[in-house]
């Protein structure tokens, strides 16, 4: 079903997905919250099924079979992160729980390992909680300056603000996102990088939305840190992943203690395992890496060019005609956006909004999307949010505008 | 297409909703409370007055919400005149009750508020009608604003 729309086959790939086709009180679903957690595709099912079917035991402890199997496929998908972003070497890679668990170890380890009191940490206007809530932690705990880069009112990251703050304080750390959860705003992380180097500060990025739709390269970038999580990449949840340089892991403490991140241990002292096991305490999420592995397998056999070739079209359509409808407001104008469109409807609350769509079939998330201070920035309490993803149809962009005009009727 | 939501936005509601009748402060009010929802950055507070006898008699909110929290502010802000502590507790239980499982104990302050029973069929929208209750039950256990005023 290749139109001139979309460069990808839609029929068939929904057909990956097999809660595509369930239906919602009767009606198709029709499903646009993929930024807050994604559909799995039948390969990581699969992935994760087999493995508990036919190969599985704890990972590099067992001197048996299954063990050494299992242990196998859980560093394979170490291998396949790596080339999914582009890291220089399989030992940068430090399998988390989640986005939110990459940074708090980035805020413990590197924070209060290696920062400076009298230092800044440099967040932005549009973060998520995620990379908000750890930095203050570690000011308040480590005596870290935190300072807040402000955005323009298209929801673009002010990088004129962005230097000078750089150049007016003693900036440790950046960490801002690769792309707004909110506003859909891609950041230009290499430029970001340069800036944030050119002052002898270290950058993470957080590309929990940004791996999805495109390719990213932590190398290109020339970052230091860059965080994600899997089951917005089409992979299960309780895997998420930290990159970090590996000189930047080698001279960071360990985050947790446990078994399998030591070297020897004595009542008298340890001694810490090689990167990047010194960050993996106890048993890792065995079977979500098995499941993340397929999952980057799956979008890599697709092609980050068409997945963002497709997304692209949707988000130009969907802006295009969400922007007809009278009394709806959306959020965000940046110039480089992924797949999330963020509104608002006057005369109705978000959640309002939501229930009616919801009631259509119609998946979509409304509230503060976890940026409350973001809201506060635009001067706004919630939005209603439609994102997207590789399985997205124009068709159901159609079917949410049409269904606005609707709720727009309901609440007039 | 939106008829199975018609249990949710009964016209009450949408007209509560839309034009509250008591959204706004007391200039003078014997306690005040708030309620939060972080979950979706939902806020509601209360003011309330009391008659000599402690029992409610004028109350105000200020809320930022959807349609469901600002009609049950509303409503609220009428149900619970005449209670006093004991009564208030009572139908607030009756109201989560109602909201939660869609049935209602025999309370007649609780048929003003059947309007709201609706929600009851929207687990994710039952914490947008109880946020309201939640700052009025803050505004009982908070310390007496006149008393403190008065030293
Ligand atoms: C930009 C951004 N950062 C961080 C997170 C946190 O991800 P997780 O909850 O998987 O840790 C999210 C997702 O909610 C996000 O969108």
């Given amino acids: 079903m290749k139109d001139n729309f979309s460069p990808l086959d839609l029929l068939a790939l929904r057909a990956d997905f097999p809660i595509l086709s369930e239906t919602v009180r009767g009606k198709p679903l029709v499903f646009l919250d993929s930024a807050a957690s994604a559909q799995k595709p039948r390969a990581v099912i699969e992935a994760m099924r087999d493995a508990m079917e036919h190969q599985y035991a704890n990972i590099h402890r067992g001197l048996h079979w299954m063990s050494e199997r299992t242990t196998e496929a859980y560093e394979n998908a170490r291998d396949l992160t790596a080339i999914l972003i582009g890291a220089p070497s399989r030992d940068e890679i430090v399998f988390t729980r989640n986005s939110t668990e990459a940074i708090n170890l980035v805020a413990h380890s590197y924070g209060r390992g290696m920062m400076h009191r009298g230092q800044a940490v440099l967040i932005s206007e549009m973060e998520h909680h995620a990379n908000i809530v750890p930095w203050q932690m570690l000011r308040d705990a480590h005596g870290i300056e935190l300072l807040v880069c402000p955005i323009t009112d298209d929801g673009d990251l002010d990088y004129v603000a962005y230097e000078r703050l750089l150049a007016s304080h003693r900036v440790g750390l950046v960490a801002i996102t690769h792309m707004s959860n909110v506003l859909g705003t891609y950041t230009n992380g290499a430029r970001l990088a340069a800036i944030a180097h050119a002052h002898g500060a270290k950058i993470l990025l957080d590309g929990s939305q940004a791996v999805v739709h495109r390719a990213v390269d932590v190398a290109a970038l020339d970052a230091d840190f860059y965080v994600f999580t899997g089951h917005k990449l089409y992979g299960p949840t309780g895997i998420g992943v930290l990159w970090a340089r590996a000189e930047l892991l080698d001279a960071m403490p360990p985050f947790m203690g446990g078994g399998d991140m030591i070297g020897s241990v004595s009542f008298e002292r340890s001694t810490w395992a090689r990167i990047p096991h010194k960050f993996e305490a106890g048993t890792p999420a065995i079977l979500e890496a098995i499941g993340l592995a397929a999952a980057i397998r799956y979008v890599k056999a697709i092609g980050f060019d068409e997945i963002g070739a497709h997304e692209q079209a949707l988000v130009d359509h969907a802006l295009a005609r969400l922007s007809d409808i009278e009394g709806l407001t959306i959020i965000g104008r940046a110039q480089d956006r992924g797949g999330v469109v963020s509104f608002t409807m006057r005369g109705a609350h978000a959640h309002d909004v939501a229930t009616l769509l919801d009631r259509a079939g119609i998946a979509v998330r409304a509230g503060h999307h976890c940026a409350e201070p973001l809201m506060r920035r635009l001067g706004i309490d919630s939005t209603a949010r439609a994102s997207f993803a590789l399985y997205t149809t124009k068709e159901e962009i159609d079917f949410l505008a049409d269904t606005l005009l609707r709720v727009r009727e309901f609440f007039a | ?151």
Wanted: a negative charge.
């Fill in chain 2, 1 to 151: 297409m939106f008829e199975d939501v018609a249990d949710l936005y009964q016209q009450v509601i949408l007209d509560r909703g839309r034009h509250p009748r008591h959204a706004h402060r007391l200039d003078r009010f014997d306690a005040t409370g708030k309620g939060d929802n972080p979950m979706c950055g939902d806020r509601v507070q209360v003011w309330v007055k009391r008659d000599d006898a402690g029992a409610i008699s004028d109350v105000g909110f200020e809320a930022r919400g959807c349609a469901i929290c600002i009609a049950s502010a509303d409503l609220m802000a009428e149900a619970v005149i005449g209670h006093d502590a004991p009564g208030l507790r009572a139908l607030s239980d009756d109201f989560a009750q109602m909201v939660r499982s869609g049935q209602s104990a025999s309370n007649a302050a609780l048929e003003q508020l059947k309007p709201l029973g609706g929600v009851s069929d929207f687990p994710s929208r039952v914490k947008c009608a109880t946020l309201p209750w939640q700052a009025l039950m803050g505004a009982l256990d908070a310390p007496d604003e006149t008393e403190a005023a008065h030293g």
